[in-house]
């Protein structure tokens, strides 16, 4: 089945700076790669997501890539603030079945300190 | 639309007790899933269902059970609970079929076993 690893663990900035999260996985029919942000006592939310087909997405300071053949995807954050802090998560699709049911990596804990 | 409800927002039950934890959406949409959270650990999916009467295996299904009867509900089952079932618990619902893969979570269900 497919397996999605997560990097780093934790990741610390200051604020203005970039952060960067990679993930890879390991299902090549896995077709939708989303990113979800969790804050503390609450559910996760979609901050940004990929379909295979394409290769860089980018909305304000959020941007994902993807590299279908080496099967790894990438959060981007440029100018970081303060209320950036929180888990996210990387996540790909149960095989070709996009918005079906996803498969999660571990998560990174990132901290903006102002 | 209220979205994704999820109750009780807490359960304590001791080893052995069962209980089933309840999901409704009111988005109309036909794909729910179930996953849970444990430190460090991310979010691993438990069941999916892709319609009424349709449900499959997630990652961690073991000592779960889950029906779709109507479109609207998907509750998780707890036939005997376990120390290792303490966690986190979201549901999910989306509607690929109609170019909607976004995952919407509810605010979840913190279960402890004791």
Same mark, same amino acid.
């Given at each position: 089945?497919?397996?999605?690893?997560?990097?780093?663990?934790?990741?610390?900035?200051?604020?203005?700076?970039?952060? &960067?999260?990679?993930?890879?996985? %390991?299902?090549?029919?896995?077709?939708?790669?989303?990113?979800?942000?969790?804050?503390?006592?609450?559910?996760? @939310?979609?901050?940004?997501?990929?379909?295979?087909?394409?290769?860089?997405?980018?909305?304000?300071?959020? $941007? &994902?890539?993807?590299?279908?053949?080496?099967? *790894?995807?990438?959060? *981007?954050?440029?100018?970081?603030?303060?209320?950036?802090?929180?888990?996210?998560?990387?996540? $790909?699709?149960?095989?070709?079945?996009?918005?079906?049911?996803?498969?999660?990596?571990?998560?990174?804990?990132? %901290?903006?300190? %102002? | 639309?209220?979205? &994704?409800?999820?109750?009780?927002?807490?359960?304590?039950?001791?080893?052995?007790?069962?209980?089933?934890? @309840?999901?409704?959406?009111?988005?109309? *949409?036909?794909?729910?899933?179930?996953?849970?959270?444990?430190?460090?650990?991310?979010?691993? =999916?438990? *069941?999916?269902?892709?319609? $009424?009467?349709?449900?499959?295996?997630?990652?961690?299904?073991?000592?779960?059970?889950? %029906?779709?009867?109507?479109?609207?509900?998907?509750?998780?089952?707890?036939?005997?609970? $376990?120390?290792?079932?303490?966690?986190?618990?979201?549901?999910?619902?989306?509607?690929?079929?109609?170019?909607?893969?976004? @995952?919407?979570?509810?605010?979840?269900?913190? =279960?402890?076993?004791?």
């Amino acid at each position: 089945g497919e397996n999605v690893e997560q990097h780093p663990s934790t990741l610390s900035v200051q604020e203005g700076d970039s952060a &960067v999260i990679k993930c890879t996985y %390991s299902d090549s029919a896995s077709n939708y790669f989303p990113w979800y942000k969790q804050e503390l006592g609450k559910g996760p @939310q979609l901050i940004i997501d990929i379909r295979s087909n394409v290769g860089e997405k980018k909305d304000q300071r959020i $941007a &994902v890539t993807l590299n279908k053949t080496a099967k *790894h995807f990438s959060l *981007h954050i440029t100018e970081t603030q303060p209320e950036d802090s929180a888990v996210y998560f990387c996540a $790909a699709s149960i095989g070709n079945q996009a918005g079906t049911a996803l498969i999660f990596g571990k998560g990174t804990t990132l %901290s903006v300190s %102002s | 639309n209220a979205g &994704v409800t999820q109750t009780p927002k807490f359960q304590v039950l001791k080893t052995g007790q069962s209980m089933t934890l @309840q999901c409704a959406q009111d988005m109309n *949409h036909e794909y729910m899933s179930w996953y849970r959270q444990d430190p460090g650990m991310g979010l691993r =999916l438990i *069941h999916y269902s892709v319609g $009424a009467g349709i449900t499959d295996q997630g990652e961690v299904p073991n000592g779960y059970n889950v %029906s779709r009867s109507t479109t609207e509900d998907f509750p998780l089952r707890l036939l005997s609970a $376990a120390p290792s079932q303490t966690s986190v618990y979201f549901c999910a619902s989306s509607q690929p079929l109609a170019g909607g893969y976004e @995952q919407f979570f509810g605010p979840g269900t913190r =279960l402890t076993v004791l």
